[in-house]
């Protein structure tokens, strides 16, 4: 997530590269410099907090993090790993060597000695060292987006999926190849089984998803509940002309500008809340299919299905704006709502072992076809 606390630093960090441009590391890492990416808050961490200094600090994303915590006795050191797709989003890895880049720890001014192992997104890290799981081996981790990337399924190269949460993220399967894209997105890692090859992914994320929808119920009072959403919006035909664009922490891709603020614009005597909150249905679709259009563009072959899960495809209404707005078929899996959860069980059960993996793509394809 986005931290404003980073904003300046990421204008420092700007005005250091040679090109004086946030994308120019992006042919290495994927990324442009922003406040969303972990080196930049680690780099504000060395410089505002003392006590983030010298040989006493240990760095890791979430997953680095959990994995330490439960293979640690009291007293003890655990095991300081990531994986791929967790360390892509950092800026430090370099996505052609899968390890941590020289020239971006120096950039960033961070001592590789602080930052964990990298290693495949399924092999064994260690063991849970207390509790009822004593013992148990840890023996897979992805990031949250490729995981539910692994739970629809797309194994192959130009499928696609969304997810709808707080924030919405669409991935597409690129295949062994690194794409980089010309249109706003960013390139990472979907994830590398054992000794596999790595796959990688174009990725387009939209800052205010769900969150939308919480906003109008928490700050308007709007809604009582957030399912109340569909409902309120069925009561207009349209949102005659009127626009929603929440920008409430700026823009993620494919315009990457944290100075944007959201607006509601078109109002006239005659809006009202069913408006306001089909407009801000609209407006969650309207940015998906940006990132749509841009994937398009980098790939050059126009995606004709998207697989979705997350909390608002529990809106069957909010699914047919997202059908029509794209103009090709959405699907959502009434089992797999939660993709994350099961895309890191089914890499955990690799399947590649034995020749399994294609058949996975054939399971639980029951889908709602809007």
């Not at 690129?174 to 994830?191: F, Q, R």
């Not at 609209?282 to 697989?307: H, K, N, T, W, Y």
């Amino acid at each position: 997530m986005v931290d404003n606390r980073t904003n300046e630093t990421v204008k420092t960090l700007i005005a250091n590269t040679p090109s004086k441009t946030a994308t120019h590391f992006q042919d290495k890492v994927g990324l442009p410099i922003s406040p969303y990416f972990s080196a930049v808050k680690l780099r504000w961490l060395l410089d505002n907090v003392p006590e983030v200094s010298g040989d006493n600090v240990l760095f890791g994303t979430v997953d680095t993090w959990l994995i330490w915590n439960l293979t640690r006795n009291s007293g003890e050191s655990g095991v300081h790993v990531t994986d791929v797709t967790n360390a892509s989003r950092t800026m430090l890895m370099n996505l052609h060597t899968l390890q941590w880049d020289n020239e971006m720890c120096a950039f960033f001014g961070v001592d590789k000695k602080m930052l964990p192992k990298i290693c495949s997104s399924s092999e064994v890290y260690g063991h849970v060292a207390n509790g009822k799981m004593a013992g148990k081996p840890i023996a897979g981790c992805l990031g949250d987006q490729q995981a539910a990337l692994f739970g629809q399924h797309c194994f192959e190269r130009g499928e696609a999926k969304c997810t709808y949460g707080t924030g919405c993220f669409m991935l597409s399967n690129t295949g062994t190849d690194i794409v980089l894209s010309k249109h706003g997105l960013l390139t990472t890692v979907a994830y590398k089984l054992g000794e596999e090859p790595a796959v990688y992914a174009l990725e387009g994320a939209v800052a205010i998803g769900g969150e939308v929808v919480r906003w109008l119920r928490d700050n308007l009072k709007m809604i009582s509940s957030s399912s109340d959403i569909e409902q309120l919006s069925d009561t207009v035909d349209s949102t005659h002309d009127l626009f929603f664009v929440p920008a409430f922490s700026g823009l993620y891709a494919p315009y990457w500008d944290a100075t944007a603020r959201g607006l509601i614009i078109g109002i006239t005597a005659y809006t009202n809340r069913g408006h306001i909150a089909r407009a801000a249905l609209e407006a969650v679709c309207f940015q998906v299919c940006e990132i749509l259009q841009s994937m398009d563009a980098d790939s050059g072959a126009p995606l004709q299905c998207l697989r979705t899960d997350g909390g608002m495809t529990q809106n069957k209404m909010f699914l047919g704006m997202q059908a029509d707005i794209l103009g090709i078929p959405v699907e959502c899996r009434k089992e797999s709502a939660e993709a994350t959860a099961m895309g890191q069980g089914w890499q955990q059960l690799k399947p590649w072992e034995c020749g399994r993996l294609a058949h996975c793509q054939g399971m639980c394809r029951a889908t709602i076809r809007l």
